[in-house]
């Protein structure tokens, strides 16, 4: 005996008893039937249950609230998305007619009842709006997906364009929550923009590649702790527009939204309102307001990070400084838009992570579709696919990656554009099994194994490695190996349909995995640790070994700006190089030398005996000549004895000892004491010379 839980449920709002009855009566024995005695009712039951009903069966003429104010009720706060209408009424003017289906009932019912018709009409709306929200949520479930992998491919992108100036990829995220956050604002202060939330989301997704250009400049301007000079400025300057050339030159997708977006940002994103930015001077709206959003969101996440020349501010300071005009000219709409949301811009970063990003585009994603009424449920679909799809493939060719994705029914591999191109096949192949130019590339056995090895995978466990030689494009055969993941339906039992994947060239691939690896970690010229990872590490160590006797040494070639300016930069280069290796051979296995930025070192050495002949040895063999350069190094020195176990506290001592040594005439090593803060705000960040102080 069916239990009354498992019933759907249907309430009957009507003011006579005896039609709920009849009503009642006609549809009890299949489904649960709650009833309400009048429109108040009828709303109260919904809005304690409208997640539960399948159906309302609604009369029009009522006391208090007739059947229309609950039609507005419903419509009020969006119950008539969800749950369908059938009105019941004597009441046959085409007027009430009329006005009940604009206000979005599904059918319309005439009194005295038709057992037989009710039943019949009840049983195929509860069937439609069941497949219909079916439907809603496989094509939400496959949006969800493919915005997950929009999702870890811009994280990707992120740490690829910001780890080589030391930062993470925390910036472009950063930028990517604030663009979308300023965007929502505006466009609901106002409509001058013409902005969707298609737009949105083609915006902030191509926020991620604002500072691209920044692969090609020179590492000793892009980390270079302090003030920049001139010609290094006009160097700096010229990412904005290798940026933009780089997006220009892809072969293909020049047409796609999001491409198009990200050129405006890339080129503009450092002009200002006041027509004093670059690369091209433009002036207020001139610059596409993509550029001008994410402009606003890079100043105030660039004011709130810690960089190599300088400390975060915080995010109330950062705000004023912006309003204040500190920070540039901003759009004055924009910047009551950043009034507005300010309350609530760190805790959106805080809680920034990928299920906040999946569930806020789930969200835009839904909203979009409301606003689109006249399309039918196939359009709005195609609309939404259409546009994850141009997403899919504009992160697909940056990356260079064969990928694609294989369905079972019907038949059929769809390869990323580059990888169709790579390998010499067309974008979709259908029936790949039986076309001889897969089992050529592939051959028939690895295809085997490999339809194998997705079939022995479980819903739980649906990844699958699987090497195998792979016959490129006029090339000979490479072994490659396919990271896949099989794709199973939400079926009870479920059912294998497909599988989505990569292919890599496996000999490229352990190569390039171990660079990224060490590029994470590494600095790329001198091979030390770079500062970010050098710090974590040595943060570790102090929290491991509290007890611990331990110093902290900055290093600073002195004059090091006339080694590039009298012998050219590969010089300069091969002097830090030089440097990196005569710090490696002289600290020990447990001791922990990074490159910090511009030609500024670090070291950190356990002080098991006394520290001072340690560094003395590190001095002595930096000091002397490379080639016909004199060496001179200037350090500084602190220890956790004097300053505690903390390392922002450790490494900004040793900076002011370093300091102190620099304005003392360089070419030596002091050790921190406490007399050396009352000097430290007389430093200028600029010496004499145009070197960083």
Not at 498 to 507: C, L
Not at 659 to 664: A, H, L
Request: net charge negative; proline share 3%; charged share 30%.
């Amino acid at each position: 005996m069916e239990r009354l839980s498992d019933k759907q449920k249907i309430l009957i709002v009507d003011d006579s008893e005896m039609n709920r009855s009849i009503l009642a009566d006609m549809l009890g024995e299949e489904y649960e039937i709650m009833e309400a005695e009048d429109g108040n009712e009828g709303v109260a039951m919904l809005q304690q249950h409208s997640s539960e009903i399948a159906l309302v069966l609604l009369d029009i003429v009522m006391p208090n609230l007739d059947g229309f104010g609950v039609l507005s009720m419903m419509n009020r706060y969006r119950w008539i998305e969800e749950v369908p209408v059938i009105m019941i009424s004597a009441e046959r003017g085409s007027s009430h007619v009329e006005r009940a289906f604009e206000m979005g009932v599904t059918d319309f019912i005439s009194r005295p009842f038709d057992a037989l018709l009710v039943h019949r009409r009840v049983v195929n709306t509860i069937l439609l709006y069941t497949k219909q929200k079916k439907l809603v949520s496989l094509v939400a479930d496959q949006i969800y997906e493919k915005e997950h992998r929009s999702s870890l491919m811009i994280d990707i992108l992120s740490n690829i364009v910001e780890f080589r100036n030391g930062e993470s990829g925390l910036h472009v995220r950063h930028v990517h929550t604030l663009t979308e956050m300023l965007l929502k604002v505006l466009i609901h202060k106002t409509d001058r923009y013409h902005l969707s939330q298609t737009d949105i989301s083609i915006i902030s997704t191509a926020s991620a590649l604002h500072d691209v250009g920044k692969i090609s400049i020179d590492e000793n301007v892009l980390n270079k702790p302090g003030r920049l000079t001139k010609e290094e400025f006009e160097i700096m300057k010229t990412h904005s527009m290798i940026g933009a050339e780089m997006l220009a030159g892809l072969p293909i997708h020049q047409d796609e939204p999001l491409v198009k977006a990200a050129y405006e940002i890339c080129r503009w994103h450092h002009e200002r309102y006041d027509g004093r930015g670059y690369p091209d001077g433009l002036k207020g709206d001139e610059i596409p307001i993509s550029a001008q959003i994410v402009a606003l969101a890079d100043v105030y996440d660039a004011l709130t990070s810690e960089r190599v020349y300088k400390k975060a501010f915080s995010h109330e300071k950062a705000v004023t400084m912006i309003l204040n005009g500190e920070c540039g000219t901003f759009n004055p709409l924009l910047m009551e838009c950043l009034e507005e949301c300010a309350d609530g811009i760190q805790e959106e970063l805080r809680d920034d992570n990928a299920f906040r990003r999946n569930q806020r585009e789930m969200q835009n994603i839904a909203r979009e579709m409301h606003k689109y009424e006249e399309l039918t449920a196939s359009e709005r679909t195609l609309q939404l696919l259409e546009h994850e799809r141009m997403k899919y493939n504009f992160f697909a060719d940056l990356s260079k990656e064969i990928q694609f994705e294989f369905t079972l029914q019907p038949p059929m591999v769809t390869l990323s554009a580059w990888g169709a191109e790579t390998l010499g096949l067309e974008e979709i192949v259908m029936e790949p099994e039986t076309d001889p130019r897969v089992m050529e590339l592939i051959g028939k056995d690895s295809w085997r194994g490999l339809a194998d090895a997705l079939r022995a995978t479980t819903p739980g466990q649906p990844t699958v490695t699987f090497d195998c030689l792979i016959h490129y494009k006029e090339s000979a055969a490479r072994w490659t190996r396919i990271l896949a993941r099989a794709i199973w339906s939400p079926d009870e039992p479920p059912r294998y349909t497909g599988a989505i994947g990569k292919a890599i060239d496996v000999h490229d691939s352990r190569m390039h995995l171990d660079n990224l690896e060490r590029m994470a970690t590494h600095d790329a010229m001198t091979g030390l640790l770079n500062h970010a990872t050098a710090k974590k590490r040595i943060q570790e160590r102090l929290e491991e070994r509290p007890e611990g006797r331990y110093a902290l040494a900055i290093l600073d070639l002195d004059h090091f700006k006339s080694a590039n300016d009298n012998y050219g930069h590969s010089f300069g280069d091969q002097v830090l190089i030089y440097m990196a290796d005569k710090l490696r051979q002289n600290t020990r296995g447990g001791d922990i030398a990074a490159r910090v930025g511009g030609d500024e070192m670090v070291v950190f050495l356990e002080c098991k005996i006394e520290v001072e002949p340690a560094i003395e040895r590190i001095f002595n063999a930096v000091t002397g000549m490379y080639e016909q350069f004199p060496l001179s190094v200037s350090i500084g020195v602190a220890t956790t004895e004097k300053v505690g176990t903390d390392y922002e506290t450790l490494f900004h001592a040793a900076d002011q000892a370093l300091y102190t040594v620099k304005r003392s005439g360089r070419g030596h090593y002091r050790f921190y004491d406490e007399s050396m803060d009352k000097t430290l705000s007389a430093i200028s960040p600029i010496d004499s010379d145009g070197e960083e102080g």
